[in-house]
């Protein structure tokens, strides 16, 4: 049971009620001493003979009261910090004046996919991948914001605020998502330090066609007109529409970014265009600006556009043309100055043609383009980028960045990618994550779904069944034997004989490593 005892402050006193304690046999896991008070846990004490030893404390000179309490008030306060950090919707870590973690909410291990155990010691330059970022946060005296960052693949934000003792102790850190439904990125003015190539440095590639959309895009980020950024799932359109941003006169005001697939129309329209006081029930009473409204003076990034309702295409194209808009319920005519840059996965030429999206629409938000090659365009990108990932992700794993095999290598540069650079951050991930350090081989990295469909032969090829199923064999073979290059592990990936699939390999001349 635990206890507090009130006592008038004097030197060794707590010494003294300690002893009798001892003296009784009874075991002592918890002391908090906070005079004029001292709590103490003692599991043996049994509540019958409380009586007698709050008579024996009471004998001590100075002891005022002896009273059963439930809990220390350490273990309390512990638990309402539990609470608060599991309870915090943004990731946020407490840094040491080392930079290195001693608290992280369940948010922040939610994305960094440790547990927050786990955290707690890590430097956080390592855990983001990037060393500098320990350097200047302490040479800075913890002072930073609207820093951006990545942990385990998502971009943030990051706020520091210094945690000041008689000198810097540490920090706070928190993790801001940016570029999501309606979140504010003002803080993003803080871009001086990217200098002159503005965010495109973050977009990694060498190969002809991503050299060629950097040059392009660099051209257009500058220019005041919409523009309109095509490309496949996951090719890295809203870093783009990001860094054109950043490259634009437009870099020191906000980029607010609404993906138009992600909510419902209502909730789209007040997001962008905001929503007068008392317009309907529920909402907050003086109305709330739209994003259009905050983002005066920057960028407004419309992502999915082709998921945009009929409703709000005409209310959108109605602002294109002339700056102006109402915000819902409200009889004021706006006008702002915001540059839309937008994105789409689909054809918006088919869905005009389809009359699912509006003609005039498309014309006046296609001014400018920009297509994203997808990435099994890119060549040897995709090995570029999958070391890249494989650091960053090694990093927070706080191993050693593992190296490809040359199988694995290989396998990443056979595989489709309908996911694209998205699909192959999180194949690395997982990869680095489940393997145990050192070396990535191809049957580490969950790629057999993707070759397995490409091994799939047309049928008008076919010519009769033996031939059919022979070319089947021959393009399974040939497309799996890259990441699993052997005959034992090739049998392994089909569940079948290895004598079988020895045979099969020399049938179609695939000479075995
Ligand atoms: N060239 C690149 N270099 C480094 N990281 C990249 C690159 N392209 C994409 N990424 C990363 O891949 C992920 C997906 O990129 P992004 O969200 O910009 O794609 P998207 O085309 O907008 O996707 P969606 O169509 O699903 O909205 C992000 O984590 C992004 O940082």
């Known amino acids: 049971m635990r206890i507090e005892v009130t006592f008038a402050d004097r030197v060794g006193i707590a010494h003294e009620i300690l002893a009798v304690l001892a003296l009784r046999r009874l075991n002592v896991v918890g002391v908090e001493v906070d005079p004029p008070l001292i709590h103490i846990d003692a599991p043996g004490l049994d509540p019958a003979a409380l009586p007698a030893l709050s008579d024996a404390l009471r004998?001590?000179?100075g002891?005022?009261?002896?009273?059963a309490i439930d809990m220390l008030p350490g273990t309390r306060r512990r638990l309402h910090l539990d609470a608060l950090l599991a309870a915090l919707p943004d990731p946020v870590l407490a840094v040491d004046r080392k930079a290195r973690v001693v608290v992280a909410s369940a948010a922040a291990a939610e994305v960094a996919g440790l547990p927050e155990s786990q955290l707690a010691g890590f430097d956080i330059g390592e855990l983001f991948g990037e060393a500098e970022l320990t350097r200047d946060l302490t040479a800075g005296g913890f002072r930073m914001s609207g820093r951006e960052v990545t942990l385990n693949g998502q971009p943030f934000l990051l706020e520091v605020t210094p945690i000041v003792d008689v000198e810097a102790a540490g920090a706070v850190v928190t993790l801001f998502t940016p570029s999501r439904l309606g979140e504010?990125?003002?803080?993003i003015q803080n871009l001086d330090e990217l200098g002159a190539g503005g965010g495109f440095a973050r977009i990694l590639g060498e190969s002809p066609p991503v050299r060629a959309l950097k040059a392009r895009a660099a051209r257009v980020a500058a220019m005041e007109a919409p523009l309109l950024i095509l490309g496949e799932t996951?090719?890295?359109?809203?870093l783009i529409a990001h860094a054109c941003h950043r490259a634009s006169p437009r870099r020191d005001k906000p980029f607010l970014a609404l993906n138009c697939a992600a909510v419902p129309e209502n909730l789209a329209e007040s997001e962008l265009f905001g929503y007068a006081p008392g317009s309907f029930t529920g909402a907050q009473r003086g109305g709330k600006p739209g994003l259009l409204e905050l983002a005066h003076g920057g960028t407004v990034f419309l992502d999915e556009i082709g998921e945009m309702s009929a409703y709000l295409q005409a209310k959108l194209l109605r602002f294109l043309n002339d700056g102006s808009f109402r915000r819902i319920g409200g009889e004021r005519e706006q006008k702002v100055d915001v540059r839309v840059i937008s994105a789409t996965h689909r054809s918006l030429e088919a869905m005009v043609a389809d009359h699912s999206f509006r003609e005039d629409l498309f014309y006046r938000l296609n001014v400018l383009t920009l297509i994203v090659p997808p990435l099994r365009e890119r060549?040897?990108?995709?090995?570029?980028?999958a070391r890249h990932f494989i650091a960053r992700a090694a990093a927070q794993a706080r191993?050693?960045?593992?190296r490809l095999t040359p199988a694995a290598a290989a396998a990443l540069l056979a595989n489709r990618w309908p996911g694209n650079v998205r699909q192959l951050e999180n194949v690395i991930f997982r990869a680095v994550t489940m393997s145990d350090g050192g070396v990535l081989d191809a049957a580490d990295l969950e790629l057999a779904g993707a070759?397995?469909?490409?091994?799939?032969?047309?049928?008008?090829?076919a010519d009769s069944w033996e031939s059919a199923v022979e070319g089947f064999e021959r393009t399974l073979l040939r497309r799996l034997y890259p990441r699993f290059p052997s005959s034992r592990k090739l049998a392994a990936r089909l569940a079948t004989s290895h004598t079988m699939i020895a045979n099969k390999l020399r049938k179609y001349g695939i000479p075995e490593r």
Do not use: F
Request: hydrophobic share 40%; net charge negative.
């Open 63 to 67: 002891v005022r009261s002896v009273a």
């Open 234 to 238: 996951g090719t890295g359109k809203e």
């Open 451 to 461: 070759g397995m469909q490409s091994a799939e032969l047309p049928a008008e090829e």
């Open 379 to 385: 060549g040897q990108d995709i090995l570029l980028l």
């Open 59 to 61: 004998a001590i000179a």
């Open 399 to 402: 191993r050693p960045p593992g």
């Open 184 to 187: 504010r990125l003002d803080a």
